[in-house]
């Protein structure tokens, strides 16, 4: 087939009605004398689009229902300057958002209790910072994120793999109509179009292209989190990840974007400070203080008891206690003042790690050679001492441990 890049070619020489209209019609004389080469109009009439009237009958039935092509001045410019963007994407809800800046955030569709904390939490305090919440509708990071951004009274844009004539999954059928009062349901396959696997990673690339970067909660090395962070950078686009216990298999796709030059993050303000220089975003909603962490030390989530939860059917849960500032000030996280100088709240591989750690520094290698550890190992389990406030960085390798 063809992509939209050759359309775009295309579309350079002509009308995008035109083009439709002879492929429709399979005029491949027609489309010869526009100077088209042969193979390009094989491709074309072979992926030739089906009758539009299901489409138009769809647009007419709401004031909601949008189609819009790349001339359109609602086409979400962020996304009209990758070389993927479709030609045409079809809109269910408040079109406006579609230029917002938007921050996606993806992640498994079975994260653990705290991995949807995170996605929420983020999600609802990027949301009140200005940025619009984009994700795919998934169960899990995707569900979570969306109802975060909600939360917050924010617009957040679901990207489906289906046409919009249908919800997928069904289950998400009350999530994707009350994203279509706040924001927008958005897909590039024409009405009537069923979820097929070959559908989810042309939906990933939009996730992404819309986007001035991506949070990838939590995932495992081969999960499509990761093939949407890969066309954020691809599309020239920031990526951030949150880091999580080596235990945890839905951690090491996180560890391995870190590794890879994704941005670690533990809070909102942390990503806001990124992108924020690119982004016309108000200096008040900058100084929304993110309370998912303290300081430099990370920590689980707590959800404050004023900030509203998620729904029944993907509810979380909650197993810390709620700490809320004064009013009027931001709600942070109340932090232990001994974390840092108890290490038997760590695992005993971690401990051992610990010990071996003096006071003054030591290097990596060295602690490779003492521990017997891979040089993976030994950096996950350092990664999480350090954000965790156990050990400090000292630069060149080496390590101190702190009293």
Known sequence: GIGPKRVKQLLAHFSLAELLILIRQQNQTRLQQMGIDKRTINALCKQAPPDPQADLQWLAASSKHHIVTWDHPDYPQQLLCTDTAPPVLFVNGQ???????????????TPTAQGKQHAYEFAYHLAQMGLCITSGLALGVDGESHRGALAANAPTIAVTATGLDRVYPAKHRSLAHQITEQGALVSEFPIGVEARSQNFPRRNRIISGLSVGTLVVEATLNSGSLLTAEHALEQGREVFAIPDSIHNPLAKGCHALIRQGAKLVENATHILEEISPILDIPKKAQDIKSPLVI????????????????????????????????AGEPMMLVASPNHAVNPTALDPEYQQLLAEIPRTSIAVDQLIHQTGLTADTISSMLLMLELQGYITAKGNGRYTRLS
């Open 95 to 109: 079109i406006s958002c579609l230029n917002d800046p938007q921050l996606a955030i993806v992640g498994s569709r």
């Open 295 to 326: 300081d430099n030390t990370f920590a689980k989530p707590i959800i404050p008891t004023t900030l509203p939860t998620a729904s029944a059917d993907e509810s979380m849960q909650n197993t810390s206690t709620a700490a809320v500032e004064p």
